[in-house]
């Protein structure tokens, strides 16, 4: 059973930065990509990242490109994915959202295994 875990989440001051940590047990490697989301209070959840773990492919929602980096450490049956989110703002604010899909995509219709999410807010 795959099992999704996230962490890193906090309070920061506008223009700082956080890494979000997501482990991933029991996944069973066949092609599997891990995505970043998010869902702010009153909005539609949000593709953020996405990382292909068996390549080199990367995939970042426009407004975060140049600010946040999705990195991954595999193991054995557990997969580490990280974000790291720089010259954060305000409008980042919002839960944070790790999953795992069979394809690479932004489109959390497209993820079958959720966590369940880290709070990041940004204060300003």
């Known amino acids: 059973q795959v099992q999704v875990v996230e962490s890193g989440g906090g309070l920061v001051q506008a223009g700082g930065s956080l890494r979000l940590s997501c482990t991933a047990s029991?996944?069973?490697?066949?092609?599997?990509?891990m995505g970043w989301f998010r869902q702010a209070p009153g909005k539609e959840r949000e593709g953020v990242s996405c990382?292909?773990?068996?390549?080199?492919?990367?995939?970042?929602a426009d407004f975060v490109k140049t600010r946040f980096t999705i990195s991954r450490d595999m193991a054995k049956n557990t997969v580490t994915v990280y974000l790291q989110m720089n010259s954060l703002e305000p409008e980042d604010t919002a839960m944070y959202y790790c999953?795992?899909?069979?394809?690479?995509?932004?489109?959390?219709?497209?993820?079958?295994?959720w966590g369940q999410g880290t709070q990041v807010t940004v204060s300003s």
């Open positions: 999953a795992a899909s069979a394809i690479i995509s932004l489109a959390s219709s497209d993820f079958t295994t």
């Open positions: 029991g996944l069973t490697f066949d092609d599997y990509a």
């Open positions: 990382i292909w773990l068996y390549g080199d492919s990367t995939y970042y």
